[in-house]
């Protein structure tokens, strides 16, 4: 079993960046595939970016496209995303992830959860 912790969240202004991290302890990364997700109040929670387990593989939501980067370092059990030039609409908490098949863009595929970390974007 893998537990997952994200970090990195917190305040930042229209068009700030934010680095997102998340830890796995238990089982090492390597074996899973990674994805990020976000739930805002009142809203489902949607798919950001996927990474499969060596990184060659990644996905992104059309929404973040061209400023959400994902990458991992298996060595240090770690994934990552990159968020740049963040939008008035994007807060919310944002989850990683993890899947010991494929990545996907359905919450229900992922069978290992992190607790979130909260991204609050100012105007």
């Known amino acids: 079993q893998v537990q997952l912790v994200e970090s990195g969240g917190g305040l930042v202004q229209a068009g700030g960046s934010l680095r997102l991290s998340c830890r796995a302890s238990g089982r090492t990364l390597s074996s899973y595939a990674m994805g990020w997700f976000r739930q805002a109040p009142e809203k489902e929670r949607e798919f950001v970016a996927g990474i499969s387990r060596s990184g060659s593989s990644i996905y992104f939501a059309d929404s973040v496209k061209g400023r959400f980067t994902i990458s991992r370092d298996n060595a240090k059990n770690k994934v990552y995303l990159q968020m740049n030039s963040l939008e008035p609409e994007e807060p919310a908490v944002y989850y990683c992830?993890?899947?010991?098949?494929?990545?996907?863009?359905?919450?229900?595929?992922?069978?290992?959860w992190g607790q979130g970390t909260q991204v609050t974007v100012s105007s």
């Open positions: 992830a993890a899947d010991s098949a494929a990545y996907s863009i359905v919450p229900i595929r992922y069978a290992h």
